[in-house]
């Protein structure tokens, strides 16, 4: 997901969609977690851009997110480190441990972390604008209060992108694998006291129009959208 033109949120395959120039003014990368679809992106995006750069990409991350990006990934083996290269003194990228709950401001721009259920350590993110435009992502997970009373602390979200992974036909493959199914997440939904708009992403192939049916069913009230590839919002 891309923020204006300088942040990232993520750095899976629609990351592959973006022009050399567009990839050349991403500044900061913000990860939710460490699984293959959310990061993979990321060491074909430093090596792409490696010349064109001053300053490094700066990864903020979580501790676990960070360690396995270096255990697994820029580890030489897999990819270069490029939080050496070119030299260690001038990288092209470095970065920037947070903690859940931690607030980044970029420029104006306000990116708070929020824990989350997932298989592995993982935030979402809400993201205000300076003007107070905000919307909200929840990265992958399950059930969880963390997100949703945060969300609810605000008097305003505009826009609320949300991942369903599995249709109630999943449902127990979805609570093992941590993710949402249409049942969880209409549980989860009624908590929330705000009236963004709301998107879904993250479905397994094949999952799109049974999960929204699903959920559009339980809450019929709510408008809730399918999340397209290349879409843009303006808040
Ligand atoms: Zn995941
Ligand atoms: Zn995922």
């Known amino acids: ?46 090596d792409s851009i490696f010349e064109r750069i001053d300053q490094p990409i700066v990864v903020h991350a979580l501790p676990a997110t960070i360690q396995a990006l270096k255990e ?39 990116i708070k972390s929020i824990s989350m259920n997932h298989i592995v350590p993982t935030v979402g993110y809400r993201v205000e604008s300076a003007e107070g435009a905000s919307f909200a992502f929840t990265g992958d997970t399950t059930t969880n209060d963390t997100f949703w009373d945060e969300l ?12 369903v992974a599995f249709s109630n036909a999943y449902e127990e493959l979805s ?31 094949e999952e799109n129009n049974v999960i929204i049916a699903e959920i559009k069913q339980s809450l019929p009230g709510r408008g809730i959208k399918q999340l397209h590839n290349n879409q843009t919002f303006s808040l």
């Open 1 to 46: 997901m891309l923020i204006d033109e300088d942040i990232l949120i993520d750095c899976g395959s629609g990351v592959g969609d973006l022009t050399l120039d567009q990839l050349a003014k991403v500044r900061h990368v913000f990860l939710t977690h460490s699984h293959l679809d959310h990061v993979a992106f990321l060491p074909l995006l430093v």
């Open 72 to 110: 697994h990934i820029f580890n030489w083996a897999i990819w270069p480190d490029f939080a050496q290269l070119p030299v260690v003194s001038k990288p092209v990228m470095a970065y920037m441990e947070h903690s859940a709950g931690d607030v980044c401001i970029v420029d104006g721009r306000k």
């Open 152 to 163: 609810n602390s605000h008097p305003r979200l505009d826009l609320l992108l949300l991942e």
């Open 175 to 205: 609570n093992t694998a941590r993710h949402y199914c249409s049942n969880t997440m209409v549980a989860d939904l009624i908590k929330l006291k705000l009236n963004p708009e709301i998107y879904l992403t993250h479905h397994k192939p």
